[in-house]
C-alpha cells in the first residue's frame, strides 16, 4: 500500500498496490502492521456497507464526539464517490479547512480519516457502493453533523442532477 498523507495533517489517500499477472491481481487492503508504521489506528471494531441507487445521492457530514470518536477507512467497491472531510480537531494546523477525494472502484484508492474529522460523500455514478471500515462502535447518542451546505465551509460539491439527501442529512445544524 501507498501512504499519502494529505494536506490536512493526519488524513491519508491509501493506494493499493496490484501485483498482476494473467489471471488478475493480488493486493492487500488492509494490514496493521502497515498501519501502525505509518503511526495510524489500526483498530477496526466494524465494517459498513453503503449502497446507493442513485447519482447524486449524498451523505453527511457525519461524526461522533468523545468517547466513540471514529477513525474510518473508506473505498468505493462500485460506482463513483467524492469524499469530503473536514478538520473539526480545535488545535490542529488544519483545523476547519476540507478537502475532497475522488474513490472510484477503478482507482483502488482509500482515504484514511482520523478521529475528529466530519466525513460525507455524494455519489457520482448510480449504483454505488461504498465500504468503510471504523474504529469504534456506532452510538446515536454521540453523533453529530454539520450540514452538507454550510456556508462556512463552502465545500466544492460536484454538480448533479439531482441531490437525494435524508431529512437528517437536511436538518443538521450549520458549523458553530
Known amino acids: ?13 491509501i493506494t493499493i498496490e496490484k501485483i498482476e499477472d494473467k489471471r488478475g491481481f493480488f493486493a492487500r487492503s488492509w494490514c496493521k502492521k502497515e498501519f501502525e ?5 489500526s483498530t477496526i471494531v466494524q465494517s459498513n456497507l453503503s449502497f446507493n441507487k442513485k447519482a ?16 474510518k477507512l473508506f473505498r468505493c467497491t462500485k460506482g463513483v464517490i ?13 483545523y476547519k479547512q476540507w478537502i475532497g477525494v475522488e474513490l472510484t472502484e477503478h482507482n483502488y484508492k482509500m ?3 482520523p478521529e475528529g474529522f466530519a466525513h460525507g460523500f455524494q455519489t ?7 465500504i468503510y471500515h471504523v474504529s469504534q462502535f456506532y452510538s446515536q447518542e ?28 437536511r ?6
Open 1 to 13: 500500500m501507498i501512504f499519502e498523507e494529505t494536506r490536512l495533517k493526519g488524513a491519508f489517500v
Open 56 to 71: 447524486g445521492t449524498l451523505r453527511g457530514m457525519h461524526y461522533q464526539v468523545a468517547p466513540f470518536e471514529e477513525t
Open 37 to 41: 508504521f505509518h503511526g495510524l489506528v
Open 142 to 169: 454521540h453523533e453529530r453533523g454539520i450540514r452538507w451546505d454550510d456556508p462556512f465551509f463552502n465545500i466544492e460539491w460536484p454538480e448533479a442532477e439531482e441531490r437525494i439527501i435524508s431529512e437528517k442529512d
Open 82 to 94: 467524492y469524499e469530503v472531510i473536514i478538520d473539526l480537531r480545535v488545535g490542529s494546523p488544519t
Open 111 to 113: 482515504l484514511y480519516v
Open 171 to 176: 436538518s443538521w445544524p450549520n458549523y458553530k
Open 124 to 130: 457520482l455514478k448510480d449504483n454505488t457502493e461504498v
